[in-house]
């Protein structure tokens, strides 16, 4: 599934450019994102169409590996 990290001011402030980096680091393919309007949760990855408040590394590859 595409993953996109929120890159909006809340979720830039909160983690969401370096979370980008880091899925990036790690192989993981992932764009950055337009706000979604869910600042209260940033940072904010969507991952196919499940969106994920408050994204971390782990919370998103096991939403990968649940899509698989």
Do not use: M, N
Request: aromatic share 2%; charged share 15%; with cysteine.
């Amino acid at each position: 599934p595409c993953i996109e990290i929120c890159q909006g001011p809340e979720c830039g402030e909160f983690g969401g450019p370096e979370l980008l980096a880091e899925l990036r680091s790690l192989g993981i393919a992932a764009e950055p994102g337009h706000c979604q309007g869910l600042c209260h949760y940033a940072p904010v990855a969507v991952v196919g169409e499940k969106h994920l408040g408050d994204a971390t590394i782990q919370g998103i590859k096991t939403t990968l590996a649940l899509a698989s």
